[in-house]
């Protein structure tokens, strides 16, 4: 379908959406670039204030992604008039203002329409100089692949809405979600990566094969490198799998080779969709301990070494 909208061939247009990544930049000046992408998405949890909070670290995240500052943000909000107190509404927009005041940014404007279903997210704009742009396209074989947060997102908020979660991993997974990646990019920026995108709705395995894809590189996953919460495999084990997820995994055949040892549960956390993922990097390996070393001694204790780039174009083999 997107091959049938127009091309723009602007040379000021330094990331578009030739290679699917996380969001345009466009070319002021020699020295800056403005960052700008667009994310929002339906409740995962029933407290209004959090569902903002997640929504807009999850939109902050595509900026982050690109080794960027967010610098401002417009809301987005679909809301049911008449059916819900307005009160749920500003709650919402409480919670997506504090975390996009923790961005140290700010929030100066938005639209919204009377929709069925509540919707909230953010239009977020950035700033990066031309020449420190991390994109998803630049990864090289022999760089280590360093995730961020832990894989099961989708699986527990499928969970949450069943009520087959308890309240402590249902506040492990707000935890998780409500983390900005910030502090995760700048140590990216400062150690220097080649590659990075966040990890969301096509789950690790999608947004890996874009990366693979867009560099002309290849990818081995450890599946026992990954961190994964706790709770998403017993869920998994007992059927409850976000649609998402599923059709993640359906997109990828073909694209990924599993070690005969990877069952189905498992293939499934993989591709599980995220809400407000952590970030996925490709550094050279000679940096990749001490990424991982200031990660974890940070605000992203889960973050973990868990694969590498090699030189099979666009395939991604998975072992145990």
């Known amino acids: 379908m997107l091959s049938q ?5 602007d040379p000021r247009i330094l990331v578009g959406p030739e290679t699917c990544d996380d969001a345009a ?8 670039a403005v960052v700008q992408s667009v994310d929002y998405i339906t409740p995962v949890v029933d407290d209004p204030y959090t569902c903002g909070a997640v929504a807009a670290a999850n939109s902050l995240s595509d900026i982050y ?3 960027a500052r967010p610098i401002f943000a417009l809301n987005l909000v679909g809301f049911p008039v008449g059916k819900l107190p307005l009160k749920v509404l500003s709650l919402i927009l409480q919670g997506g203002a504090d975390k996009v005041r923790e961005a140290g940014a700010s929030i100066v404007g938005g639209h919204s329409i009377d929709d069925p279903e509540p919707k909230y997210g953010l239009v977020v704009t950035g700033l990066v100089h031309p020449k420190k742009i991390v994109t998803n396209a630049r990864a090289r074989v022999g760089d280590d692949l360093i995730l961020t947060k832990p894989l099961g997102i989708g699986i527990i908020t499928t969970g949450i809405k069943r009520e087959q979660v308890g309240r402590e991993t249902v506040d492990q997974t707000v935890q998780v979600m409500t983390t900005l990646n910030r502090a ?8 220097g990566a080649n590659a990075c995108t966040d990890v969301t709705g096509f789950g690790l395995l999608g947004h890996l094969h874009e990366m693979t894809s867009g560099s002309g590189v290849g990818a081995r996953i450890s599946l026992k490198a990954v961190p994964v919460l706790p709770e998403a495999w017993r869920l998994v084990k007992e059927g409850i799998c976000p649609g998402g997820t599923k059709r993640n995994r359906q997109a990828i055949e073909g694209q990924v080779r599993w070690a005969p040892e990877i069952s189905e549960e498992a293939q499934l956390v993989l591709c599980d969709a995220q809400t407000s993922g952590g970030l996925l990097i490709a550094v050279p390996k000679d940096k990749s301990a001490r990424l991982v070393k200031r990660l974890q001694a940070g605000k992203t204790p889960a973050a973990a070494r868990i694969g590498e780039i090699v030189a099979d174009g666009g395939q991604i083999d998975v072992i145990p």
């Open 65 to 67: 992604a690109m080794g």
């Open 184 to 191: 995760a990019a700048e140590a990216m920026v400062e150690v």
């Open 25 to 32: 930049v466009y070319q002021l000046t020699e020295d800056l």
């Open 5 to 9: 909208l127009p091309t723009f061939t």
